[in-house]
């Protein structure tokens, strides 16, 4: 079993959508979630990092982790098409870097 | 500008022909790693080092070597390269310490490999 299991998607939703992206883990002593962005031939960029259980919420987007279910959640409100990327989410147990990946989910919004 | 430069972006080779591709980040960045991303199976550690000398494995570690004789330098090297090393491969770096780690890593924009 991997240790963050992601649907690759890909999905497609029209400008203004809510979008949910979702991530399990199965490992019970992460504390960290990221979900970072990835735009078509570029690196990664990190979009929202929570540490341990609860909510966080920056402009357009909301992280949601839930540690009872090894489930963690990303929301965009009001989707744009400049929000067209592969979003990964990521869990870390001690905060030293060592990142596991989910596989990424696709993400086309469409004007 | 802060950045994470890797070279070659490119690069098609044969099959056994040692190839190095360079890892370059100008923050004072302790942490690097490489990755490797594959479709299905999403980015994968191949080494990471926590400082200077400081080396070790991450999770795919089999047929790459690496070196960190600089702090801002941290090449990837493939020895004997094989079709199975064909990858996107992506350089990040980032602090260490109390207080300064927030789970972001700063990638590279990513070193697409070909290996015929």
């Known amino acids: 079993q991997k240790e963050v299991e992601q649907d690759p998607g890909p999905l497609s939703v029209p400008e203004g959508a809510i979008v949910s992206l979702n991530c399990t883990y199965s490992?019970?002593?992460?504390?960290?979630f990221m979900w970072y962005r990835q735009y078509s031939r570029k690196g990664p960029e990190l979009l929202m990092y929570?540490?341990?259980?609860g909510n966080k919420e920056d402009g357009r987007f909301t992280a949601q982790v839930d540690k009872s279910s090894k489930y963690i959640s990303l929301f965009i409100r009001d989707s744009q098409p400049s929000d067209s990327a592969t979003y990964l989410c990521?869990?870390?147990?001690?905060?030293?870097?060592?990142?596991?990946f989910g596989t990424g989910t696709r993400l086309t919004v469409i004007p | 500008e802060a950045q994470v430069t890797q070279n070659p972006r490119y690069l098609i080779t044969v099959t056994g022909k040692k190839l190095t591709v360079t890892c370059s980040q100008n923050?004072?960045?302790?942490?690097m790693s490489w990755y490797r991303q594959d479709p299905g199976l999403g980015l994968r550690q191949i080494y990471y080092?926590?400082?200077?000398?400081?080396?070790d494995k991450g999770d795919v570690p089999e047929g790459y070597k690496v070196s960190r004789k600089e702090k801002r330098n941290f090449p990837l090297i493939l020895e004997s390269p094989s079709p199975n090393q064909t990858s996107l491969y992506f350089c990040?770096?980032?602090?260490?310490?109390?207080?300064?780690?927030?789970?972001?890593?700063?990638f590279g924009e990513g070193s697409r490999l070909t290996v015929l």
């Open positions: 990040a770096s980032t602090f260490i310490g109390t207080g300064r780690n927030t789970g972001e890593l700063f």
């Open positions: 490992n019970s002593a992460f504390q960290y």
């Open positions: 929570t540490y341990s259980s």
């Open positions: 990521a869990c870390d147990q001690t905060g030293a870097n060592n990142l596991f």
């Open positions: 923050m004072n960045h302790e942490y």
């Open positions: 080092s926590m400082n200077v000398e400081v080396t």
